[in-house]
């Protein structure tokens, strides 16, 4: 009577030990006629999050169908909810498809849902995965001579469950009369467990190295195999960014090439300096868009086209990406 059962039993083992979810399954074993010559239909409890009504073949698991001649197909359901896996699975989504987003919730800024990644099954009437973030900014005018950090101070972060979508944006609000800005991100997406990092926020490649004449000192790394993107340190970083310090008139002298994540533009374009005897070039390059500053960005030379910003300030950025 397992095919037909509607009624639900208590798991043997409670929520807080891990058996959270209700399981069913459909094996159907297939002759080389195509013929089906065994059904097991199979409900119960499971602690781990699997596939939602999705098929797959495979060699039969029975001894009796050990041979070459017999194929499994096999259907499989994980729902959260009492009783909520009545419905045989059959790989046409006649069972309720959940969304699994993340979910927690930090009202003090401890940090704790920084990087949460943990899916939990979200109601039926859910249709997208939510982030919201808020903190405080204070703006600092010569961000030249004090360095590339804000006064900062995230406030909350919550992932959760959406009935709606929500354009990825943020928005800010002044402080009373203080030189600072409140800040609120929030962004909505529409795959399992997709609502991590920062919102409204691009994911950026980070890596800095120095090139001489050695070509294992991790220069060409950064350059031609970079890093994949990942989140930024903060969330008021909107932007990434990568910069390209070469000296020219000395062939093979020491470059220096980083990318990493910024609050502010350091432009687009190519510039050349004298430090000492030496002539240097200065490309950098800004974007907003997720491992935007991976490329080698030829839009200024040949090589690498990126942009200039006066020195104190290209050396307080890289201490911003040494420390983040």
Known sequence: TCESSTTSTQCPQSISSGQKYCYSSKVETLDLQDN???????????STIQRQDECHFSTPAHSIFSTVHYTEHTCTNTCEGNGCNTVIP????TTTKHLY????????????????????????????????????????????????????????????????????ACTSTNVGSLNAKKVTCTETCQTDGCNTGW?????????????????NDGYDACLRNPP???????????????????????????????????????????????????????????????GCNQG??????PFQGMLVVTAPFVFSILVQFVLA
Request: proline share 5%; net charge neutral.
């Open 36 to 46: 089906v010559v065994q059904t097991v239909v199979t409900r119960g409890c499971t």
């Open 101 to 168: 987003c993340v979910q927690c919730e930090d009202l003090t800024g401890s940090g704790v849902c920084n990087t949460a990644t943990t899916r939990q099954q979200c109601p039926s009437t859910s249709t997208h995965c939510i982030s919201t973030v808020t903190y405080y900014i204070s703006e600092r005018v010569d961000r030249s001579y004090t360095g590339a950090t804000p006064g900062y101070e995230l406030r909350s972060v919550v992932r959760s469950c959406a009935t709606a979508a929500v354009a990825a």
């Open 199 to 215: 919102p409204a926020r691009p994911l950026c490649t980070t890596c800095s190295s120095d090139f001489s004449f050695d070509i």
């Open 296 to 301: 080698t960005n030829a839009a200024s030379r």
């Open 228 to 290: 994949a993107p990942t989140q930024c340190a903060f969330p008021y970083h909107s932007m990434c960014v990568s910069i390209d310090r070469q000296k020219t008139t000395v062939p093979g002298y020491t470059r220096h090439m980083t990318r990493g994540c910024s609050d502010v533009s350091v432009g687009n374009v190519c510039t050349p300096s004298v430090v000492g005897n030496l002539a240097v070039l200065n490309c950098n390059y800004t974007c907003t868009t997720d």
């Open 90 to 93: 059959d790989g046409a989504h």
